[in-house]
């Protein structure tokens, strides 16, 4: 994906890109002064300051792609001291690309960070964060200059700060949301430890920090190390097996608005743009790594979409399924062509759309009923209806059904793995492995979904939800404006959105089959219409409607419930499955878990040398000198 680049930037273009990121930044610093009682001015100034970034953003992306020197325009603005320039050498690590794929993240960036600050201003008075506005407009800030950065010091450096603001937008309000906070900034520290290993290797190999100066072969023991600690950052931020398991965590307890934000989308949008970056321009793949790739984008899919289907709580439910999603992006660039790397591209925006869409949703659903268990809740369909018709739209095009555009960007993954299996090694031959897992896992979730709609809003509804009524303005404008993005980029996929986003960030490609977004969704517009005639013409009289009964006794005069999620048990009763969910219920499969064992387990073992006898301790004096010096030799 590497581009030709201007060395420097446009005075308009330079300018732009300063302030994309640091008016965001610079305005949460001050929201910070500001005192919590005036929580709805610091909404409303978030806001305009988050609306201004769009508007930046629509600037930076009709500007020519080029490569921007910051340094001279931060030296001019510092003092010196003792005639020494504190930031001659600023110049070499304040550098940013705006290139293509640079470009269509910071849109969508914005778009998700303007619906979801709307979304925040009616909801943070029922889920209260401190100084959620100024970590937000931090996040955003650090979110445009990660995608922007050239300088791989530089890019670590908002990619590390927006750990801190992860951390900070779950509110420590209990033991289970103090740990998942903590299970969360360990885990995220620990990946961008790993980086860092894999960062100090490129500088080893290629004596340069510049992501568009690098296109190394993963042809020996240091370059896939090096590959393999920066996909460790990746993984780690979208949430891929095995370091996922902060998210459906994360999920469960943190606020709808900010899952919704940062897990659900930003975090998506930004492991996937690096992993775009580290397979694109800093490497260049070999059949080894594609089949790795592949091998952990199909696993991710299947084995979180399998927990999902046991989930309870919806918040965690959707969790899953977000880490499930990840698979499908990481299959898509694991392919190497075009058509898998435009098709990951796209199911990433996708992803960010409808999964951002869904824990807005549940939030809404959350607030109005105080509870988040499916076997706690039915029949809010009436009671809130566009929350449920979003909800719907947002169901549909996770699971992949036509013409919605997760059914778009899983097609071209289908497509893009059929068209795999006509290469030659390994990988390319287990094609039809690939493909049967992913068609499964959007099977699986599509049956998880059912689940999901049916148990929130259909069925029976319990009495004591007779007021609940439909979210404010400014919670449910968010939803329908998602859902009509998931309508729009599922029909129009074909001859508008991929066209104009996707072609111009990795160039042009054809598919074999054939395939339109537009008549598909005019071949379902029909056989509604034709359905709903066909309803009209046979008359609605003609159908008997009767109470429904259950081993012979009136459901209603038995006066039972039957929550959604009790047919899914069956799975987990499975000989195949039984054993695997008892050891997920474990967290056997827990990286953070297995982690924390093995440090415990160390630090006894380390515990129990130190006896206090003064022989022991010589001992261990004399056996780390041995070791020093065999090092040294």
Not at 121 to 126: D, H, K, M, Q, S
Not at 430 to 452: N, R
Request: charged share 15%; with cysteine.
């Amino acid at each position: 994906m590497n581009e030709p680049l201007a060395i420097f930037a446009e005075p308009s273009a330079c300018h732009m890109l300063q302030m994309l990121i640091m008016i965001p930044m610079a305005a949460g610093l001050l929201l910070f002064l500001v005192p919590e009682k005036f929580r709805t001015a610091k909404g409303i100034l978030a806001m305009a300051v988050a609306m201004y970034a769009g508007y930046l953003s629509i600037g930076l992306y009709s500007s020519a792609t080029q490569m921007t020197l910051q340094g001279e325009t931060v030296r001019q603005g510092c003092l010196t001291l003792f005639d020494f320039d504190l930031l001659q050498k600023a110049g070499e690590y304040l550098t940013f690309t705006i290139d293509g794929l640079s470009k269509l993240i910071i849109i969508f960036i914005s778009i998700i960070a303007l619906l979801v600050l709307l979304y925040t201003l009616a909801y943070n008075r029922f889920a209260r964060i401190s100084n959620y506005y100024p970590w937000f407009l931090i996040t955003l800030g650090c979110s445009y200059g990660a995608v922007l950065s050239d300088n791989l010091i530089l890019f670590l450096m908002f990619w590390g700060i927006l750990g801190i603001t992860l951390y900070k937008l779950i509110p420590g309000k209990d033991e289970k949301s103090s740990a998942a906070a903590k299970k969360t900034m360990i885990l995220i520290g620990a990946s961008d430890t790993i980086m860092l290993v894999g960062i100090a290797l490129l500088w080893r190999l290629t004596d340069t920090l510049s992501i568009n100066s690098i296109s190394l072969e993963t042809n020996n023991i240091l370059t896939v190390t090096a590959f393999l600690a920066l996909l460790v950052g990746s993984f780690t931020k979208a949430g891929a097996f095995p370091f996922h398991s902060w998210v459906p965590d994360y999920s469960e307890t943190a606020p709808a608005s900010s899952v919704a934000l940062l897990p659900a989308s930003l975090d998506k949008l930004l492991g996937i743009y690096f992993l775009a970056r580290l397979t694109t321009d800093l490497f260049v793949m070999t059949e080894g790594i594609k089949l790795l790739l592949l091998t952990i984008g199909v696993i991710t899919i299947i084995t979180a979409v399998l927990m999902a289907l046991m989930q309870h709580d919806c918040k965690r439910l959707l969790g899953y399924h977000a880490v499930s999603q990840v698979g499908y992006m990481i299959v898509g660039f694991g392919l190497g062509s075009l058509v898998g790397i435009v098709a990951g591209l796209f199911h990433m925006i996708n992803n960010a759309i409808y999964k951002s869409g869904l824990f807005l949703s549940t939030g809404a659903v959350e607030r109005q009923t105080g509870k988040s268990d499916i076997t706690e809740l039915g029949g809010l369909s009436k009671a809130m209806p566009v929350t449920f018709i979003a909800s719907l739209v947002f169901a549909m095009s996770i699971s992949g059904l036509p013409p919605f555009n997760g059914f778009a960007s899983k097609w071209m993954i289908y497509q893009g793995i059929i068209d795999f299996g006509s290469g030659e090694g390994i990988a390319s031959s287990l094609w039809i492995l690939w493909l049967s897992l992913a068609v499964l896992g959007s099977a699986l979730t599509l049956a998880s979904f059912v689940k999901f709609i049916g148990g929130i809003f259909l069925g029976r509804r319990d009495p004591a939800m007779d007021k609940i009524r439909e979210v404010p303005f400014l919670m449910w404008f968010p939803m329908a404006v998602l859902a009509l993005f998931c309508i729009v980029f599922g029909v129009f996929a074909t001859g508008i959105i991929i066209p104009k986003l996707f072609t111009p960030v990795v160039g042009s490609f054809t598919f074999n089959g054939l395939w339109s977004s537009s008549f598909v969704s005019l071949l379902v517009l029909i056989s509604i219409i034709l359905g709903f005639l066909i309803y009209l013409a046979t008359g609605r009289k003609k159908f008997r409607t009767e109470d429904n009964f259950i081993g012979g006794e009136n459901k209603e005069m038995l006066g039972a419930s039957f929550p959604a999620p009790e047919f899914y048990k069956t799975f987990s009763e499975f000989r195949l499955f039984s054993r695997i969910y008892e050891k997920a219920e474990e967290k056997a499969f827990d990286i953070y878990d297995l982690s924390k064992k093995a440090v415990f387990w160390l630090s006894g073992g380390l515990s129990n040398a130190h006896t206090g006898v003064l022989p022991g301790y010589v001992i261990w004096v004399c056996a780390g000198l041995i070791i020093m010096l065999l090092i040294m030799i």
